[in-house]
């Protein structure tokens, strides 16, 4: 169960310019052994990028649908990959 993934989720919503990406990575460094990145997106969206245990990516992934970002999300899609590396921390693109 806690074997190390990645984690992409795009967020949908209105989730640019109040917020969110700075919330995004306070709250990945606030689970804790979280590395990865969010992104604007052209197209109005958030891209989060995340990397560590399952569990804590599952509790990033949770938060983001919870409804208490910033914003208003409107929904999240993800996928569950093998880590890649290379993140030192958790950062804002």
Known sequence: MNEEVRLTAWVRGRV???GFRWFTRAKAL????VSG???NLDDGRVQ???EGSRERCQRLLD???AGDT???VDGVTEIWDTPRGGYESFAIR
């Open 16 to 18: 640019q310019g109040v």
């Open 30 to 33: 606030e689970i804790g052994a």
């Open 37 to 39: 990145f969010a992104l």
């Open 48 to 50: 989060v990028v995340a």
């Open 63 to 65: 938060w983001l649908r």
């Open 70 to 72: 910033p914003g208003r």
